[in-house]
């Protein structure tokens, strides 16, 4: 844990979106909104920093709060927002990961892969979502938003398919946990040339080795020319930590996993409790 300075001036702020942003029921607080209006009106760049893909992002929610950038799918791609300019990618290849993509599918897995700024998901994928422990707005944003794909083998084999993330959601099992997650697990932690992470409600994602929201913040941060010490990041999960760990204030959710607010300089309120809105007021706002 660093030392934190609670006067320290913040220019750059990343927010997680699940479980930071947004509340228990998939929404933006009123009070976070104005909190971080007000942090821009101060200059401040307000980022989001999430696993989704730039199409997946809350952005109905986000009208009222200028956004110039935004790091997509646990860094594998930071994004301008307004024309969705791809700035920087840190991608895998497709064709490499065929054996997994495979492997999964055997697995009965559902699988989102982001590619391009869009998402992707196979087809037969669809009909685990029923049989799923996640919250009602997951769900829902399982089932829509994504191109539907009739083969996702197939697909890889005929197009130059560069991945940025691939996102694991796994079924429910008859003993009550997840249904061949450790399975899965196993497999991940044996490749070399992948980061794979817990990305919240259980599930697993993976981008390419040495890439996280920490990569897509170092990226900005020397873009536009603002010292990772005048930078803040806050979230709850595993996928986080990187980011909560190198910015120069690392906010930890209260409902964070206990190994993030480990990691973290401070612990703000819950999701529920507008944790966001707090931790702008305290370090931000004074």
């Keep these: 844990m660093k030392e934190t300075e609670k006067k320290r001036e913040v220019r750059l702020l990343a927010l997680d979106v699940d479980g930071t942003l947004f509340d228990s029921n998939g929404h933006v607080t009123e009070k976070t909104i104005q909190a971080l209006k007000s942090a821009r009106e101060k200059g401040?760049?307000?980022?989001?920093?999430?696993?989704?893909?730039?199409d997946w992002m809350p952005w109905d929610q986000l009208?009222?709060?200028?956004?110039?950038?935004?790091?997509?799918?646990?860094?594998?791609?930071?994004?301008?927002?307004?024309?969705?300019?791809?700035l920087h990618e840190e991608t895998m290849d497709g064709k490499e990961l065929l054996p997994l993509f495979q492997f999964l599918q055997e697995k009965e897995v559902y699988i989102t892969v982001f590619m391009d700024g869009a998402t992707y998901t196979p087809r037969q994928c669809f009909s685990y979502?029923?049989?799923?422990?996640?919250?009602?707005?997951?769900?829902?944003?399982?089932?829509?938003?994504?191109?539907?794909?009739k083969d996702l083998e197939e697909y890889i084999r005929t197009h130059e398919a560069k991945i940025q993330k691939v996102t694991l959601n796994f079924q429910k099992a008859p003993d009550g946990g997840?249904?061949?997650?450790?399975?899965?697990?196993?497999?991940?932690?044996?490749?070399?040339?992948?980061?794979?992470?817990?990305?919240?409600?259980?599930?697993?994602?993976?981008?390419?080795?040495?890439?996280?929201?920490?990569?897509?913040?170092?990226?900005?941060?020397?873009?536009?020319?603002?010292?990772?010490?005048?930078?803040?990041?806050a979230g709850d999960s595993e996928n986080d930590i990187e980011m909560i760990c190198e910015a120069g204030i690392g906010i930890?959710?209260?409902?964070?996993?206990?190994?993030?607010?480990?990691?973290?300089?401070?612990?703000?309120?819950?999701?529920?409790?507008?944790?966001?809105?707090?931790?702008v007021e305290k370090y931000i706002l004074i």
């Design 63 to 86: 009208t009222e709060v200028e956004m110039d950038y935004v790091i997509t799918t646990n860094g594998g791609g930071v994004y301008r927002c307004g024309d969705g300019m791809c």
């Design 178 to 233: 997840y249904l061949n997650r450790e399975k899965v697990k196993e497999y991940l932690e044996a490749l070399t040339d992948i980061h794979a992470v817990d990305g919240g409600f259980a599930n697993l994602e993976f981008t390419k080795a040495g890439v996280s929201k920490a990569t897509g913040i170092r990226f900005l941060s020397e873009m536009l020319q603002i010292p990772m010490e005048q930078t803040m990041a």
């Design 252 to 279: 930890a959710m209260g409902n964070a996993l206990e190994q993030v607010k480990q990691a973290a300089d401070g612990i703000t309120e819950t999701n529920d409790e507008a944790g966001v809105a707090c931790a």
């Design 129 to 149: 979502v029923e049989n799923m422990d996640v919250p009602e707005y997951v769900a829902q944003s399982l089932k829509d938003g994504k191109k539907e794909l």
């Design 44 to 54: 401040v760049q307000v980022v989001l920093a999430s696993g989704r893909g730039y």
